[in-house]
């Protein structure tokens, strides 16, 4: 409330307005509203509390996996580990994902993890050779970012074939 920036003016008094938030990262944001009569007459009120304008989105990186020419067994447990924070607010649910196919289909591996940086996940018995996994971090306000492993790695689930010759 120390500066503002008015957004509209000569508005009817209907009670509503829809404003387009700026893009900003503020924890003081305020509105006010200001009316004045025929005569002159003006009278104002603002919000009793600040509220938060989060337009930044937060920064992810994955680092486990994220090893070129790396091989998993389908069916064990695996670690994957990330880095996740928004400047501003701090951060909300991360999202896990997976793909068999170099990330053109994803699948949902878990969803609403806390931003604890690893995650324990077992890991699907399937047969590729162009797995990849993906984070996505959303901050408090819905902003989202998401980063997929640098490298694709290899899933075997096919245990190998022996034939015993005579």
């Known amino acids: 409330g120390a500066a503002w920036v ?5 508005e009817m008094n209907d009670g509503l307005y829809s404003w387009t938030v ?5 924890d003081a944001a305020r509105v ?17 509390n600040p509220f ?3 337009s930044s989105p937060p920064s992810v990186d994955i680092t486990q996996p994220d090893t070129a020419g790396l091989y998993w067994a389908g069916g064990c447990l695996k670690s994957i580990a990330w880095a996740a924070s928004d400047v501003s607010f701090g ?4 999202t896990l994902e997976y793909s068999a196919d170099d990330g053109t289909s994803w699948m949902l591996a878990a969803a609403g993890e806390a931003n604890d940086g690893l995650y324990s996940w077992t890991v ?6 162009i797995a990849r996994v993906r984070i996505t971090a959303e901050d408090l306000a819905g902003n989202t970012t998401a980063d997929m492993s640098g490298y694709p790695f290899t899933i075997d689930s096919s245990p190998p074939l022996l034939q015993l010759l005579d």
């Open 52 to 54: 938060i304008i989060d």
């Open 22 to 26: 700026p893009v900003v990262d503020t």
């Open 124 to 129: 699907p018995s399937l047969d590729t050779d």
């Open 32 to 48: 006010r509203v200001t009316a004045s009569d025929l005569a002159g007459n003006t009278g104002e009120d603002s919000g009793d």
């Open 6 to 10: 008015t957004v509209s003016s000569g």
């Open 91 to 94: 951060t909300g649910p991360i």
